[in-house]
């Protein structure tokens, strides 16, 4: 690949992330840690039981998508994230081309 079209396919995919979390499409108004963002909170992608145990996330129960750069720093699996006020536990937390996808349980004891 080209450093153009390297280039072509970065801004492309920032393009695609502007879309996605935009208000007006999927995105939604989430406080995270405090801090307010757009970000798509999903609890229907692991809904299947035989889905989430065929990614290896048969713990998680709900999804959340956002600007890496949004979130704060990187948490492993176990550690709590607070999310429009709910103490979460993160399953897993991966990220592609400044995309973050938080895998999360309710923390039953938050």
């Known amino acids: 690949m080209t450093s153009s079209s390297m280039s072509d396919f970065k801004t492309l995919i920032e393009q695609d992330r502007e879309v996605f979390l935009n208000l007006e499409e999927f995105g939604e108004k989430h406080l995270v840690e405090g801090k307010e963002i757009s970000a798509v909170l999903d ?46 536990i993160i399953v897993a ?18």
């Open 93 to 110: 937390w991966r990220t592609d081309y400044g995309m973050a996808r938080v895998y999360m349980t309710q923390n039953e004891q938050g």
């Open 43 to 88: 609890d229907e992608i692991l809904a299947d039981a035989k889905r989430a145990e065929d990614i290896g996330l048969s713990g998680a129960e709900q999804v959340l998508y956002a600007k890496v750069e949004d979130l704060p720093p990187q948490r492993q699996s176990g550690q709590s994230l607070n999310v429009d006020g709910r103490e979460c």
